[in-house]
Nanobody, 123 residues
Framework: QLHLDASGGGLVQTGDSLRLSCATS????????LGWSRQAPGREREFVVA????????EYGDAVLGRFTVDRDNPKNTFALQMNQLKVEDTAVYYC????????????????WGQGTQVTVSS
Protein backbone atom coordinates (compact mmCIF):
# COMPACT_ATOMS: atom_id res chain seq x y z
CA GLN A 1 0.00 0.00 0.00
CA LEU A 2 1.36 3.37 -0.99
CA HIS A 3 1.64 5.99 1.72
CA LEU A 4 1.82 9.70 0.86
CA ASP A 5 3.04 12.38 3.24
CA ALA A 6 2.50 16.01 2.22
CA SER A 7 4.25 19.03 3.69
CA GLY A 8 5.04 22.65 2.97
CA GLY A 9 1.73 24.41 3.42
CA GLY A 10 1.42 27.71 5.21
CA LEU A 11 0.13 31.26 5.26
CA VAL A 12 1.34 33.59 2.53
CA GLN A 13 0.24 36.78 0.84
CA THR A 14 -1.10 37.35 -2.63
CA GLY A 15 1.68 37.11 -5.18
CA ASP A 16 3.94 35.03 -2.98
CA SER A 17 5.33 31.60 -3.77
CA LEU A 18 5.13 28.34 -1.86
CA ARG A 19 6.48 24.87 -2.47
CA LEU A 20 4.61 21.76 -1.41
CA SER A 21 6.36 18.42 -1.15
CA CYS A 22 5.07 14.88 -0.98
CA ALA A 23 7.04 11.82 -0.04
CA THR A 24 5.83 8.33 -0.87
CA SER A 25 6.63 5.07 0.85
CA UNK A 26 5.44 1.51 0.93
CA UNK A 27 5.16 1.08 -2.80
CA UNK A 28 6.82 1.51 -6.15
CA UNK A 29 7.02 5.28 -6.51
CA UNK A 30 7.78 5.32 -10.22
CA UNK A 31 4.87 3.02 -10.94
CA UNK A 32 2.24 5.59 -10.04
CA UNK A 33 0.91 8.72 -11.60
CA LEU A 34 1.05 11.37 -8.89
CA GLY A 35 -0.70 14.64 -8.45
CA TRP A 36 -2.28 17.27 -6.31
CA SER A 37 -5.92 17.90 -5.65
CA ARG A 38 -7.30 20.69 -3.49
CA GLN A 39 -10.48 21.48 -1.64
CA ALA A 40 -11.58 24.78 -0.20
CA PRO A 41 -14.34 25.10 2.41
CA GLY A 42 -17.75 24.88 0.81
CA ARG A 43 -16.33 24.03 -2.58
CA GLU A 44 -15.93 20.83 -4.53
CA ARG A 45 -12.62 19.09 -4.84
CA GLU A 46 -10.57 20.56 -7.66
CA PHE A 47 -7.93 19.02 -9.88
CA VAL A 48 -4.60 20.83 -9.66
CA VAL A 49 -1.98 18.80 -11.47
CA ALA A 50 -0.96 15.25 -12.39
CA UNK A 51 2.32 13.80 -13.59
CA UNK A 52 2.88 10.35 -15.05
CA UNK A 53 5.22 7.76 -13.56
CA UNK A 54 8.06 8.65 -15.90
CA UNK A 55 7.33 12.36 -15.72
CA UNK A 56 6.78 12.57 -19.47
CA UNK A 57 3.10 13.51 -19.19
CA UNK A 58 1.98 16.47 -17.10
CA GLU A 59 -1.46 18.04 -16.98
CA TYR A 60 -2.50 21.14 -15.07
CA GLY A 61 -5.87 22.41 -14.03
CA ASP A 62 -7.00 25.56 -15.80
CA ALA A 63 -6.94 27.60 -12.60
CA VAL A 64 -3.22 27.00 -12.01
CA LEU A 65 -1.84 26.70 -15.53
CA GLY A 66 1.15 28.98 -15.97
CA ARG A 67 1.58 29.58 -12.24
CA PHE A 68 2.18 26.14 -10.76
CA THR A 69 4.85 23.62 -11.73
CA VAL A 70 5.12 19.99 -10.69
CA ASP A 71 8.21 17.83 -10.65
CA ARG A 72 9.06 14.39 -9.35
CA ASP A 73 12.26 12.72 -8.21
CA ASN A 74 11.71 9.00 -8.55
CA PRO A 75 15.01 7.88 -6.96
CA LYS A 76 14.11 9.94 -3.88
CA ASN A 77 10.42 8.93 -3.90
CA THR A 78 9.29 12.51 -3.79
CA PHE A 79 7.38 14.97 -5.89
CA ALA A 80 6.74 18.64 -5.40
CA LEU A 81 4.47 21.47 -6.42
CA GLN A 82 5.98 24.89 -6.93
CA MET A 83 3.23 27.49 -6.60
CA ASN A 84 3.95 31.00 -7.85
CA GLN A 85 1.82 34.13 -8.10
CA LEU A 86 -0.52 32.80 -5.46
CA LYS A 87 -4.04 34.17 -5.31
CA VAL A 88 -6.62 34.27 -2.55
CA GLU A 89 -8.63 31.69 -4.48
CA ASP A 90 -5.74 29.23 -4.18
CA THR A 91 -6.58 28.91 -0.48
CA ALA A 92 -7.44 25.26 0.18
CA VAL A 93 -6.28 22.01 1.67
CA TYR A 94 -3.93 20.41 -0.83
CA TYR A 95 -3.78 16.63 -1.05
CA CYS A 96 -1.08 14.64 -2.79
CA UNK A 97 -2.66 11.72 -4.58
CA UNK A 98 -1.71 8.65 -6.57
CA UNK A 99 -3.50 6.72 -9.28
CA UNK A 100 -2.81 4.47 -12.22
CA UNK A 101 -2.86 7.27 -14.75
CA UNK A 102 -2.86 11.02 -15.20
CA UNK A 103 -6.39 10.75 -16.57
CA UNK A 104 -7.60 9.03 -13.41
CA UNK A 105 -6.21 11.81 -11.25
CA UNK A 106 -7.86 14.42 -13.45
CA UNK A 107 -11.18 12.61 -12.98
CA UNK A 108 -10.69 12.53 -9.23
CA UNK A 109 -10.28 8.77 -9.13
CA UNK A 110 -7.45 8.20 -6.68
CA UNK A 111 -6.00 4.98 -5.40
CA UNK A 112 -4.15 6.64 -2.53
CA TRP A 113 -4.02 10.09 -0.97
CA GLY A 114 -2.16 11.86 1.81
CA GLN A 115 -3.39 13.73 4.83
CA GLY A 116 -3.48 17.15 3.19
CA THR A 117 -1.65 20.38 3.89
CA GLN A 118 -3.31 23.75 4.35
CA VAL A 119 -2.42 26.64 2.05
CA THR A 120 -3.83 30.03 2.98
CA VAL A 121 -3.31 33.08 0.80
CA SER A 122 -4.25 36.42 2.30
CA SER A 123 -4.90 39.61 0.37
Amino acid sequence: QLHLDASGGGLVQTGDSLRLSCATSGGTHAGWALGWSRQAPGREREFVVAISGSGSIVEYGDAVLGRFTVDRDNPKNTFALQMNQLKVEDTAVYYCVAAGSVASIRRGQFEYWGQGTQVTVSS
